[in-house]
């Protein structure tokens, strides 16, 4: 019998996304994926469902851009209705969350577009 | 009549009246934001269809069909706006048709230039789905 004493702590595993980021080489390009790759596995945990499904959102149209199911104009059309739904929500919040829900959200958003989606494509 | 029993009829048909207003207006609300729903479903069943239409992968895109269901949708949504009674509802219905907007704009852009693929249909969908469920409070 498996005694839990035993068990080895596994790292949790590496999303197809991660691994394609983990490629990159370049130093001041890897601090932004870094930046990024934080951002997105801190909103993916968030108590909030609408922050943890824009975040779930973004990393799978990150991955059917690159294995080319989208082009970047699909991709730039999604994060711009991901960005309309989310508007309504941030005005919605408390100030003092306003800050944290915009990095979460509409940061992790403009990041994916103008840094990510150009590299993921780079590497196809 | 003694003049209290008087007084409290008034008291008591007051209470009446303004009882009677409070569960009228209760109810006209109801009504209003049930028919509100149903019209929201009924944009979303139109917006989706849509989608099914013209975001088909290797399908030849027909521009008069095409704009034909574009000015179809636009009447839609500006009579859904103007008739809707449920005032706190208006801007709901403004974001919805911006949505429509956006998606006839990126069709139109992609089908044209035979650049459809499952994957945008399917996406596509997907956002109109949450963006409805938004506007419902759901």
């Given at each position: 019998m498996p005694s839990a004493g035993k068990r080895k702590h596994k790292k949790p595993r590496k999303s197809e996304l991660d691994s394609a980021l983990g490629q990159v080489s370049d130093e001041s390009v890897a601090a932004a994926m870094k930046e990024f790759q934080d951002l997105l596995a801190q909103a993916k945990v968030d108590t909030t469902e609408l922050i943890r499904q824009n975040a779930e959102e973004l990393e799978r149209r990150l991955i059917l851009l690159k294995k080319g199911k989208i082009d970047k104009e699909d991709f730039d059309f999604f994060v711009e209705n991901q960005k309309r739904a989310l508007r309504v929500f941030i005005d919605s919040q408390p100030a003092q969350a306003q800050e944290r829900a915009e990095k979460l959200t509409l940061h992790v958003l403009e990041i994916a577009a103008t840094k990510v989606a150009p590299l993921l494509l780079a590497m196809i | 009549m003694n003049p209290n029993t008087a007084k409290n009829l008034i008291v008591r048909n007051a209470f009446l009246c303004a009882a009677a207003i409070v569960i009228t207006s209760c109810g006209t609300a109801t009504i209003n934001k049930s028919g509100s729903d149903a019209q929201i479903e009924s944009l979303r069943s139109f917006e989706l269809a849509f989608i099914d239409e013209f975001a088909v992968p290797g399908k030849r895109f027909n521009v008069a069909a095409f704009n034909a269901k574009v000015n179809e949708g636009n009447a839609k949504f500006q009579q859904a706006i103007a008739n809707e009674?449920?005032?706190?509802?208006r801007p709901v219905l403004i974001d919805l048709k911006a949505q429509f907007d956006a998606d006839a704009t990126h069709l139109r852009s992609k089908a044209s230039r035979g650049k459809i693929t499952p994957a945008l249909a399917s996406e596509m969908k997907k956002d109109v789905n949450k963006i409805y469920d938004h506007a419902l409070g759901r």
């Open positions: - | 009674k449920f005032t706190a509802r």
